[in-house]
């Protein structure tokens, strides 16, 4: 069949095309108008990031928090020795009709912990009788606070008398007049004693046991450290600790140091076996002391 000129121009239109579907891609998408720096049409939307461990973890309690604490609501517990601590109730009398009253405490860092600790005083009436003992309550990693049932101070009616307990750097000072055996025995029951000590008093742990540290020098007891006989005393090999246990890691270990009982005292007696001596450095004097708990059967049998 012959073809005319139109159909020869109608075959190559149509060969034309189907090559061009062979070469070329989708017709583009209109979007729509687009500004510079602007995202992808189809891009995901932003997701926040996963929340950090520590942003989970609850927070611990703020370094003041002890100070929001009624210590007249804590459950206090009172030191007749050490081998005698009791529970007491001091919203009313005890069982012996004794009442009690809480001072106003002061607060410092007491364990190196970050957290404000407070030291109170707890005062017990018994008819004429009147004792106020001087406490260490440490603020918990959990809020609860935890009462260090050794007295840093105490006044007591005949015997000694607290003058003040301050904040100091890495605990609490304590200025008091001790009573002596023999030198105040002839004071009115009214006056402390006459021997002024001034101590700065912190807490360490001997394993779960808070214990007093003497923060002037570490090695000694930071609790009340009683006057001595005024006699001359000879050099020996000291061990002693901080704390009233044979447990407790030896702060002096075997050092030669003057060394002497301390007189009897309320705060430091019935310990056994442990005793409370004063000692100090072999060139020089009892004005040096500190105080260590010590085993007198180390000695007996060293």
Known sequence: MRLTPFRHLLIGLVALGLAAGCTSGPPPVDTGPTTSGSAAPNAPEPTAPEPSASATTPAGPAADAIRHLDPAGLDWQWFESHSQITAVDVTKP????RT???GKPVYSDANADGLEDMAVSIAQLDGNGYREQWHIWLAGADGTPEQVTIPIAWTVRCGDGTSKVTATKGGFKVVERLREPVIDDHLPCSSPGTFKSTRRVGVERVGELPALVNLDDRRGYGGVCPTQQRTETGR????????????????????????????PHGLTQNADPMRLVAVWPAGGNSDDRICVWTDPGRYESS
Do not use: E, F, S
Not at 94 to 97: F, I, M
Not at 240 to 245: D, E, F, K, R, S
């Open 94 to 97: 005890d069982r012996h009709k």
């Open 100 to 102: 009690y009253t809480i």
């Open 236 to 263: 020996v090999k000291v061990w002693g600790g901080i704390a009233p246990t044979n447990a407790a890691p030896l702060t002096i270990d075997g050092k030669t140091m003057y060394m002497i009982l301390t007189h």
